[in-house]
C-alpha cells in the first residue's frame, strides 16, 4: 500500500485519519448546536415554552421592540468602554514585560485570575465595592466621606469588573505582539527629532495593529455577551443581552427570541473573526511585499557595486 502511494497522496491520508477525530467533534459540539439555534430563531413560540414546527420572522420582529433597543445599544455602549479601558491598560502593561527580564514571571502573574472561579472574582468584588465595602471604609477612616458612596448596582461598576475580568485576554496578544517589535525602531524616531510618545504613536502602533486587534476582538466578544458580571453587579438598567438571552431561555421561555439575539452574537463574533483574518493576512502580505523590495534592493547595489568594479 505504502509502495502504491505517492509521498503526498500518503501525507494527505494522514491528514484526512488525524483531522477525522476533530471533525466530528466540531460537528457535535458547534456545528449541530448552531444549526439547532439557527432554525428555532424562525419558529414559532410555543404556548408552554419550546417551539411550534410553524416558519415565522416573529422572533426577529420581537428584537425592534425599543426596550430591547434600549438593551442593545447599552450592551455595546458599556462593551466598548470595558474593551477600550482593557487596551488602554494592556498596552502600557504588554510594553512593560516585553522589556522585562522577567517575562516569565509576569506572565505566570496574569494567568493566576485564570486558576480561581469568576464567580469567586466578581464577589470580591462586591465585598470591595458595596456599601460597607473595604473601599467605602477605607474612605470613612481617612475622613474623606461622612457615608458610604454608591459604587455597586450601576453600569460604572459593571465596566471597571468587565475590564477586570477580561484584562488578560488583551495583554496576551499585545505581549506577543510587542515582543517581536524592533525597538531599535523607535530609537531611531527619537534620533530624528520624534519625542517617545510620538515614536510610539506613529512607529510602533502601526506595527503591532495585529496585536491589537486581536487584542479587541478578544476582549469585545465575550464583554458584548457577558450575563454574570451586569447580573451580579449591575443594577437595573445594567441589563445587556446576555441577561436577555438568559431570561427568555430560563424565565419566559421564548425560545426562538433568545435563538434570534443569540444569532445576533454569533454574527458579531464571525465578523471579528474575519476581520482578524483579514488583518492578519493583509500584515503577512505586507511584509513579504516589504522583504521582496528590500530584498530586490540589495540585488540592484550588488550589481552597481560590480558594475563599478
Not at 61 to 76: A, D
Not at 108 to 128: E, G, K
Not at 262 to 286: A, C, D, H, P
Request: charge should be positive.
Amino acid at each position: 500500500m505504502r509502495k502504491l502511494l505517492k509521498p503526498r497522496e500518503r501525507e494527505q491520508m494522514l491528514g484526512t485519519a488525524y483531522a477525522f477525530p476533530m471533525g466530528i467533534w466540531f460537528t457535535l459540539f458547534f456545528t449541530i448546536p448552531l444549526g439547532i439555534i439557527v432554525l428555532y430563531s424562525f419558529l414559532k413560540r410555543g404556548l408552554y415554552g419550546g417551539v411550534e414546527w410553524e416558519f415565522t420572522l416573529d422572533a426577529y420582529k420581537q428584537m425592534f421592540n425599543p426596550s430591547f433597543g434600549r438593551v442593545v445599544i447599552r450592551t455595546l455602549w458599556i462593551s466598548v468602554l470595558a474593551t477600550l479601558g482593557c487596551i488602554l491598560i494592556a498596552i502600557p502593561c504588554g510594553y512593560a514585560m516585553a522589556k522585562s527580564k522577567y517575562q516569565t514571571v509576569l506572565l505566570f502573574l496574569i494567568i493566576i485570575p485564570f486558576w480561581t472561579n469568576s464567580l469567586i472574582r466578581i464577589y470580591a468584588w462586591i465585598s470591595i465595592l458595596s456599601t460597607e465595602g473595604f473601599v467605602n471604609s477605607l474612605l470613612i477612616k481617612l475622613g474623606l466621606i461622612d457615608q458610604g458612596l454608591k459604587l455597586i448596582y450601576n453600569n460604572g461598576a459593571v465596566v471597571l469588573v468587565l475590564i477586570y475580568m477580561y484584562l488578560p485576554f488583551a495583554i496576551l496578544p499585545l505581549f506577543t505582539t510587542i515582543d517581536k517589535f524592533d525597538f531599535s525602531l523607535l530609537d531611531a524616531a527619537r534620533d530624528l527629532g520624534a519625542s517617545k510618545l510620538e515614536a510610539i504613536i506613529k512607529v510602533m502602533f502601526p506595527n503591532i495593529k495585529s496585536g491589537l486587534s486581536t487584542a479587541f476582538i478578544f476582549t469585545f466578544i465575550p464583554i458584548f455577551g457577558a450575563y454574570t458580571v451586569p447580573l451580579l453587579v449591575g443594577g437595573k438598567d445594567s441589563t445587556m443581552i446576555g441577561n436577555i438571552i438568559v431570561d427568555q431561555v430560563s424565565k419566559t421561555r421564548n425560545w426562538p427570541l433568545a435563538s434570534a439575539f443569540s444569532m445576533v452574537l454569533t454574527f458579531i463574533s464571525l465578523v471579528g473573526v474575519f476581520w482578524m483574518l483579514y488583518n492578519g493576512k493583509r500584515e503577512q502580505m505586507q511584509s513579504k511585499k516589504t522583504t521582496q523590495q528590500s530584498l530586490e534592493q540589495n540585488i540592484k547595489k550588488h550589481h552597481l557595486i560590480r558594475g563599478e568594479k
